[in-house]
């Protein structure tokens, strides 16, 4: 474990390596304890004259073997080892020469998971951001590209399977029952994009032929036995490839892509050169196992990181700073991958959920940063929702601002430019400059600042003059270390629905307004519309195109009217979450003030209407029967917050939307049963999403379990299956049938451990104090393992993160289950424990019993000695 010595890195001290690595040529002796690395490095200085300085080189927990230049061994004094660098002082006097090391790592002890490891008895790595250093020393960071020939050796029965980055060489026997494979990738690249994997593994292969004739293999690989459940990823592997060519016109560049399933992985998947490895949960999928979300979250992931091919690998970052440049892009492409795929409007509503889950609070509270941030003091705590989902919206933005076709050529520009470099946000933003002739200095501060704007809007219609204002204000409050805020750019879409319904022909002489969008770029802004002689509603920050908080000076009659007529889906759907949001709060204060909450029956119909409307498709119709949750509300209400009282307003909309429309609900439920066989395409997940919303509608009120349970045992897969018993948990808690339902799923799956992190993310999010003994009980189960990061975040950070009213429980039981967790786990896999532990950052919105148990708890994680610089980071950042 790597602890904390209180360093901090800074983006002003970036400065170009004094030497370079042009060719890697690695061999790995593979065994379980004692892995032999021998690196053969040609080591060039920049300059291109024979260097003055040392040569530093980077390392993690490393013990040099033995150390040689040009075949010679160094004199010991001609260098210093630690684990954790190795410095050369005496240099040959030349412009390049050869450096060989090796150095003994162990794989199976490696628990924190970064570096070369042990999943399932195989060999993997995983090299993003800091690993490669745990393997060889180097110059590991992201500016030296490397081109890299790979060696490995191991015993063939315990790894007939040998894959490295590439294109496969050349492969045979060896002495003592091991074998050897040599890989070559001819695409230089950073140390962070290398990969290995060995072990035994099952497969399925099938081929792709590119645009331009290129036949390319592809392979998976899985556990024995499970090669059937990743034919949904090699088929989205296809799809994703065949959308690259069409959309941004990027082809494959190698003879084979390989994917591999592992189960023990930190984070989602990783875009290596020609072998990308995945946490499992991203590969595997069938009816019996996975939910539609996971078919979903598999097409994602797939693409995102094949799309890193290009925007990542053929064009890296010059530094960690950068790293929305590959994220932030990459995650616009598969957004724009799946909402092709799929539903674009339902798509973009998830999204937009997921924005504010999880990227709103953290620009709003203490680990608020940049989507390209100047400072860090650990890099892995920077793949946030800011830099990832915000910079993807930011990408986003500029689509909007320049429109497609420009857009494209800025692209293009960029791939032209960079390949085969590492860049900057800089440089990318350039290129589109360049491509469209537009000024986006401004726009720049997208990048450069953080926090979430707030814009506010207010309009006044003149029926005399026909004449419609709108008056537009932007505000940004300060974040850590930036006090004082720029004026943004802010692309808001608009549009004018006239009292019939229809869209109003826009006339606007103003700057500040192009075609369906306004651009808002000064404090205030006033914008006057002529010849508008009846009132139109407006429908502002249509599709989202802003990430920012709208304050909107609506009246319900106008949002009901948007949510019922709003030619834009978006907008439509986010005028009935406003409504939605609105009458929470105000149940919420009702709640406090000791009163029952009540909703207006005008909105209750509404949510009915919409749900039944047969005209739109169901998956967005089941996104209407989705209200904001109790994170959502929370983030609304700003301070002070009692989640028990959240809970209350949100438990009454749901009561009071059944009461209204159970006559209803009821019957649709009926008529959406499913017939015929399973498939995991979009239109029939919409209708297991709607069919399941409704079940919880249905099943709402105390006693009324009996559909849910018939659900839970007539499923024939597991969308149906999962959300039966979600129902029965969490609003049957404790009842006969919810105690025999979470029995029955345990005896059913206990031998599939994706499986039964859907039984712990279930019992996790019960509502109520009493989870807390829950979850430190499932802490005991046989399933759960504190090694692997999947059970882990299925009970401990699905807890923490999604469950407010355990974890934020009054009497702080909640905090010392999770404190003790995140211990445990930071002993073995830090990273995991710092990522599981921003659970806190929102702490200071608290009412203050509860603000005062939490920091405390921080204090208390914050003084146990040798913390990593992982949990430290996050911990004091988070106390502020
Ligand atoms: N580049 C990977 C992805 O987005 C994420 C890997 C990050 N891993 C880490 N340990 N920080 O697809
Ligand atoms: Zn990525």
Same mark, same amino acid.
């Given at each position: ?27 790995? #002796?593979?065994?379980?304890? +004692? ?145 050897? &494979? ?59 490839? @065949? ?74 970052? @010059? ?19 799946? &909402? ?31 989507? #390209?941030?100047?400072?860090? @003091? ?41 390949? %085969? ?64 805020? @720029? ?22 002489? +103003? ?11 000064? #404090? ?34 106008? #949002? ?91 438990? %009454? ?76 948990? +969490? ?43 829950? !979850? ?55 990273? !995991? ?23 405390? &708890?921080?204090? &208390? ?13 996050? !911990? ?5």
């Amino acid at each position: 474990m790597r602890v904390d010595q209180g360093q901090v890195f800074k983006l002003e001290d970036y400065r170009p390596s004094a030497f370079l690595i042009p060719e890697t040529k690695l061999t790995f #002796r593979l065994h379980p304890k +004692h892995t032999l690395v021998q690196a053969e490095l040609h080591v060039q200085t920049r300059t291109g004259a024979p260097s003055t300085s040392k040569l530093v080189l980077d390392g993690d927990e490393l013990t040099l073997r033995s150390i040689a230049i040009n075949g010679a061994p160094l004199a010991p004094d001609a260098y210093t080892a630690s684990p954790d660098q190795l410095v050369i002082h005496a240099l040959p006097n030349a412009a390049s020469f050869t450096l060989t090391i090796e150095t003994e790592v162990a794989p199976e002890d490696n628990k924190a998971l970064s570096g070369l490891y042990r999943s399932g008895g195989n060999y993997t790595t995983q090299c993003e951001a800091e690993g490669f250093r745990r393997i060889t020393y180097f110059l590991d960071r992201p500016d030296v590209l490397s081109v890299y020939t790979v060696r490995l050796e191991a015993d063939r029965a315990e790894a007939p399977l040998l894959l490295s980055n590439g294109n496969p060489v050349e492969s045979g026997p060896l002495a003592d029952g091991r074998h050897f &494979a040599i890989w070559h990738d001819p695409f230089p690249k950073p140390s962070y994009l290398f990969a290995l994997v060995a072990g035994d593994l099952g497969s399925i292969k099938d081929s792709f032929q590119s645009a331009s004739g290129r036949q390319v293999e592809l392979g998976i690989y899985v556990e024995h036995g499970k090669e059937e459940r990743a034919l949904y990823a090699m088929d989205a592997l296809k799809r994703s490839m @065949r959308w690259d060519e069409e959309v941004f016109g990027l082809e494959y560049d190698l003879d084979v892509f390989n994917i591999v399933a592992v189960s023990d992985f930190n984070m989602g998947a990783m875009e290596n050169k020609g072998l990308n490895i995945f946490n499992d949960k991203y590969v595997l999928a069938d009816e019996a196992t996975a939910t539609d979300a996971d078919y979903a979250g598999i097409e994602a992931v797939i693409a995102h990181e094949y799309f890193h091919n290009w925007t990542g690998n053929r064009i890296t970052c @010059r530094d960690w700073f950068q790293l929305c440049l590959k994220e932030g892009l990459t995650v616009f492409r598969d957004h724009e991958f799946s &909402a092709d795929q799929r539903s674009r409007p339902v798509k973009r509503i998830a999204e937009v959920r997921a924005l504010r889950a999880h990227q709103f609070p953290e620009d709003q509270g203490p680990l608020a940063h940049p989507v #390209r941030p100047r400072r860090y @003091r650990e890099i892995n705590n920077f793949y946030t929702s800011t830099v990832y989902e915000k910079g993807s919206e930011v990408v986003r933005m500029i689509r909007t601002i320049l429109g497609p076709r420009d857009f494209r050529r800025g692209m293009d520009l960029y791939f032209q430019r960079h390949d %085969g470099e590492a860049a900057t946000i800089e440089d990318f933003l350039k290129a589109f400059e360049d491509a469209s002739g537009r000024d986006l200095q401004q726009f720049a501060l997208w990048y450069h600042q953080a926090g979430t704007p707030t814009v506010t809007v207010a309009t006044r219609h003149d029926p005399d003059k026909g004449e419609l204002t709108l008056h537009l204000e932007q505000a940004l409050a300060p974040t850590p270390s930036e006090s004082r805020k @720029r004026l943004m750019h802010i692309p808001l879409e608009f549009g004018l629905v006239a009292p019939d319904g229809s869209e109003m022909a826009v006339q606007a002489k +103003h700057e500040g307004v192009e075609g369906n969008i306004i651009h808002l770029r000064r #404090r205030h802004q006033t914008i006057r519309f002529t010849g508008v002689d009846q009132r139109p509603v407006l429908s502002i920050n249509r599709g989202f195109s802003a990430p920012v908080a709208l304050s909107l000076e609506q009246t319900a009659e106008d #949002r009901m009217f948007l949510a019922r007529f709003d030619g834009d889906l978006f907008a439509r759907w986010q005028a009935l979450t406003s409504l939605y949001t609105q009458a929470l709060i105000a149940g919420y204060r009702a709640v406090l003030g000791q009163s029952a909450p009540s909703f207006e029956p005008a909105l209750l119909t509404l949510a009915g209407d919409l749900a039944c409307d047969e005209g739109l498709q169901p998956a967005y119709r089941a996104l209407a029967l989705t209200l904001p949750g109790e994170g959502d509300i929370a983030r609304e209400i700003g301070q002070n917050i009692d989640p028990d009282a959240i809970l209350s307003a949100r438990t %009454g909309l749901v009561s009071a939307v059944t009461q209204a429309n159970a006559a209803r609900f009821t019957p649709l439920y009926h008529a959406l049963a499913e017939t015929g066989g399973f498939s995991p395409d979009a239109a029939s997940a919409g209708r297991r999403a709607l069919r399941n919303a409704l079940l919880d509608y249905v099943c709402s009120e105390p006693g009324q379990g009996t559909l849910a349970a018939k659900q839970y045992q007539d499923a024939t897969n597991m969308t149906e299956r999962s959300a039966a018993l979600a129902v029965l948990a +969490h609003r049957h808690n404790g009842t006969p049938e919810a105690l025999a339902a979470l029995a029955d799923f345990e005896a059913r799956y206990r031998a599939e451990p994706l499986v039964i992190d859907k039984w712990f993310q279930i019992q996790a999010t019960v509502p109520g104090a009493a989870t807390v003994s829950t !979850v430190r009980a499932l802490m005991d189960y046989s399933g759960f393992s504190i090694d692997n990061p999947n059970r882990v975040r299925s009970l401990v950070g699905t807890f923490a993160s999604a469950n407010q009213t355990a974890f934020h429980a009054a009497d702080g039981s909640g905090y010392a289950l999770f404190c003790d967790a995140v211990l445990a786990v930071e002993q073995r896999n830090p990273q !995991v424990a710092a990522r599981i532990a921003t659970a806190f950052r929102s702490w200071r919105s608290l009412e203050p019993v509860r603000r005062e148990k939490a920091r405390q &708890a921080l204090v &208390a994680i914050s003084q146990v000695p040798n913390l990593s610089s992982d949990l430290r980071d996050i !911990v004091e950042r988070t106390l502020g």
